[in-house]
């Protein structure tokens, strides 16, 4: 008998973590409930949404539904401690956090650094980088676990790079980054979990920030950090909370989502071999597969928006100050919006998938996501004589930012 899912099992991670039961979960959700009220004790109700039509219309819709108070989901019990020690329910101000017009003034910041102009200005470096990273790939003498030691590092690299921060902080932001959006999952917790585990890691990503732009600000160079830690806005310099935020989201939410879609997405042309072959073999497809892999893989699993007035939506009543669960993969395998979604083709033309979200908040950093994914791909494919799976993969049991944790393979580079 097939699964029987309900609408909170988008709460639980056993659930939401491996592919396979959370588009079964997604799959179920769109066809019986699409605008799903979602009751769980630890956590303060929201509206669930699955469809890909109504998630875009409301990502678009910055100015009746709101990025705070509520961003993410969080345990209540986690969103009332931050509250009491920062002042929000997030523990943080990102550009995620934010709405008009404090949103757009911030985001101006950095919005030109991430421009295809300027992502175009990195490809040598990352073209340089891929090449190191497979080259790496070949010394380990053909079987790797995919994951832990190539993906997760290379788009580390390139943020750290971009913000100007040193190979040695590598290892420290990638432990906290990790403790930041994987939570949920006891591998990557801290080793005594709890609730004031996650500010721990804020107040050491904080410390380490405040350094930075101590340092930044005596000695300006041209990187990223200088831009941070010397900007202001309406003429003051920035707010001390939303400029350790902004490092921390830069620093932060680039790196995993890029990884997870190498990481996931080299299990995905394992499962369907027809498709790397053909990427192999067509350079001119680098950009819409790297595209069709963010649609496939859709690291970010949700957002939170908040309605600013009463609405129906598909016979629902939603009121005003109601949170609305954006489940990006769901939208990404609408059967309504793509033709055989569940179907890797990157022949096909993915631009309108949601994997970067809708509206003003749309992923600052997408041209470079895009790009590195597209890079790496081109150095890794035509030196990949064979490969194939050496384990068993591990997915990462959240339902912020998934992908896989572990990808053990074997192969024969060049
Ligand atoms: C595969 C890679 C990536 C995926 C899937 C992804 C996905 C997303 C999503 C879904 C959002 C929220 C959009 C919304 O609420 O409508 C977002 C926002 C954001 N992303 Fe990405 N992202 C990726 C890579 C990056 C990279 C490389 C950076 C570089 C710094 C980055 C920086 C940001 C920032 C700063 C925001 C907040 C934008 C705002 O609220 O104005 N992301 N991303």
């Known amino acids: 008998m097939a699964h ?6 988008v709460l639980d991670t056993t659930i939401m973590g491996p592919e396979t039961t959370m588009h079964g979960l997604f799959d179920y959700l769109r066809e019986h409930d699409p605008v799903a009220w979602v009751e769980h004790p630890d956590y303060r109700p929201f509206w669930s949404l699955s469809m890909y039509d109504d998630i875009k219309s409301i990502g678009s819709q910055n100015d009746k539904f709101l990025n705070a108070p509520r961003t993410v989901l969080l345990a209540a019990e986690g969103e009332d401690m931050l509250e ?6 997030n523990g943080l101000e990102t550009l995620i956090h934010m709405d008009k017009p404090k949103h757009l ?111 930044r600000k005596k000695n300006p160079t041209d990187d990223l950090a200088t831009i941070l830690a010397n900007a202001t806005i309406d ?10 935020s902004y490092f921390i989201i830069t620093a932060t939410a680039g790196h995993d989502t890029t990884s997870a879609v190498l ?64 489940w990006f993969p769901a939208a990404n395998r609408d059967p309504r919006a793509f033709d055989n979604p569940n179907t890797l083709d990157i022949t096909r033309d993915p631009k309108k998938h949601l994997a970067f979200g809708y509206g003003s908040h749309m992923c600052l950093g997408m041209h470079l996501a895009v790009m590195e994914v597209a890079r790496f791909y081109r150095e890794l ?16 049991q959240a339902n912020f930012v998934g992908g896989l944790k572990s990808l053990p393979i074997k192969y024969e580079l060049t």
């Not at 990949?384 to 990462?396: D, N, R």
């Open 4 to 9: 029987q899912y309900k609408a909170a099992d």
């Open 84 to 89: 009491a020690q920062f002042g929000t329910r």
């Open 105 to 215: 003034k911030m985001r101006r910041v950095t919005r030109d650094w991430f421009l295809p102009r300027s992502v175009a200005k990195l490809d040598a470096e990352v073209q340089a980088l891929c090449k190191e990273y497979v080259d790496r790939m070949q010394d380990m003498g053909g079987e790797c676990d995919f994951v832990k030691e190539i993906t997760l590092l290379y788009p580390l690299r390139i943020i750290m790079s971009i913000l100007g921060l040193p190979r040695q902080s590598e290892e420290t932001m990638l432990k906290l980054t990790q403790e930041i959006f994987g939570p949920q999952d006891p591998d990557l917790q801290r080793t005594d979990a709890s609730n004031e585990d996650a500010m721990g890691t804020l107040v050491e990503l904080s410390q380490y920030f405040t350094e930075i732009v101590a340092d």
């Open 235 to 244: 003429g003051e310099p920035m707010d001390e909370l939303d400029q350790m």
């Open 263 to 326: 990481g996931a997405g080299m299990k995905a042309l394992l499962d369907q071999p027809e498709q790397m072959a053909l990427w192999r073999e067509r350079p001119d497809l680098d950009d819409g597969a790297s595209k069709e892999l963010m649609r496939w893989v859709s690291p970010v699993r949700h957002m939170l928006r908040t309605a600013t007035e009463d609405f129906e939506l598909r016979g629902k009543h939603i009121r005003a100050g109601d949170a609305l669960a954006l």
């Open 381 to 396: 494919l035509p030196r990949l004589k064979h490969v194939e799976l050496a384990g068993e993969p591990k997915w990462i």
